[in-house]
């Protein structure tokens, strides 16, 4: 399995990501990066981010901004405030029966508003006007209206993760989401790559899916954001 010196590339995905695969997205202010922020949300900081790494985080957040702090869990700097915590899981490949769906159908840059729509209904997590840059999506239509989606957003070197799962509540119990996620996981398997997804650790009746259908605990981590100093942080050269 890929890892980054001694840890492995999951530990830390955005970095992961935006040093890897996806490092064209990749807005940078010293060891601190981030995707723009109609595209992703998440931020990376490295694993043991020194003052001079906390000092680029304030300037990109701008005073009293913001951030995403993915998988955090050290402390932060006198100043900064933690204004949300999630205890979340992440999950990897243990035996998925990957299969591609007939009636699902790959959506592009065409079809945005109708997947944000989707979002705004069923609240899956972060999805913005430019996320499906991130890779491939993949949805099912019911008369002609997207009711269900599925799609990849980081990738780690060797790794694609599943995000953005949602369903209608019109369809739900139908199975579609099973169906979008053994779809776009065939798709990341059939590239040589391996799936892996995050939720929530409350999110009890999401992780029984995952578990049953293939999907293995590899380890527990948190989503957090952060709010920076109100006064601009000067980065240390």
């Keep these: 399995m890929s890892r980054t010196g001694s840890r492995h590339v999951l530990d830390n995905p955005a970095l992961a990501s935006l040093t890897g695969p996806h490092a064209r997205f990749a807005e940078r202010r010293g060891r601190?990066?981030?995707?723009?922020?109609?595209?992703?949300?998440?931020?990376?900081?490295?694993?043991?981010?020194?003052?001079?790494?906390?000092?680029?985080?304030?300037?990109?957040?701008?005073?009293?901004?913001?951030?995403?702090?993915p998988g955090f869990r050290g402390e932060v700097p006198a100043g900064w405030e933690i204004t949300q915590r999630i205890e979340g899981v992440q999950f990897v490949d243990a035996g998925l029966a990957t299969a591609p769906d007939t009636e699902a159908v790959r959506l592009g840059p065409a079809d945005v508003p109708e997947m944000l729509a989707l979002v705004a209904r069923t609240q899956p997590g972060p999805f913005e006007r430019r996320t499906i840059e991130l890779g491939t999506y993949l949805g099912i239509r019911r008369d002609g209206i997207l009711v269900a989606m599925a799609g990849?957003?980081?990738?780690?070197?060797?790794?694609?993760?599943?995000?953005?799962?949602?369903?209608?509540?019109?369809?739900?119990?139908?199975?579609?989401?099973?169906?979008?996620?053994?779809?776009?996981?065939?798709?990341?398997?059939?590239?040589?790559?391996?799936?892996?997804?995050?939720?929530?650790?409350?999110?009890?009746?999401?992780?029984?899916?995952?578990?049953?259908?293939?999907?293995?605990?590899?380890r527990r981590t948190a989503f957090l954001a952060a709010r920076a100093p109100e006064r601009d942080a000067v980065a240390v050269a």
């Design 152 to 218: 990849e957003r980081l990738h780690p070197p060797g790794w694609t993760e599943i995000s953005a799962v949602c369903t209608d509540s019109a369809v739900r119990g139908q199975g579609l989401a099973t169906r979008l996620i053994l779809a776009v996981a065939h798709g990341i398997r059939e590239r040589g790559e391996t799936p892996f997804l995050h939720t929530s650790a409350a999110n009890t009746g999401a992780i029984r899916l995952y578990e049953s259908l293939g999907f293995g605990l590899r």
């Design 32 to 69: 601190v990066l981030r995707y723009p922020v109609d595209v992703s949300p998440w931020l990376a900081v490295p694993d043991d981010p020194d003052a001079g790494d906390w000092a680029d985080l304030a300037a990109l957040a701008g005073p009293g901004g913001e951030v995403p702090l």
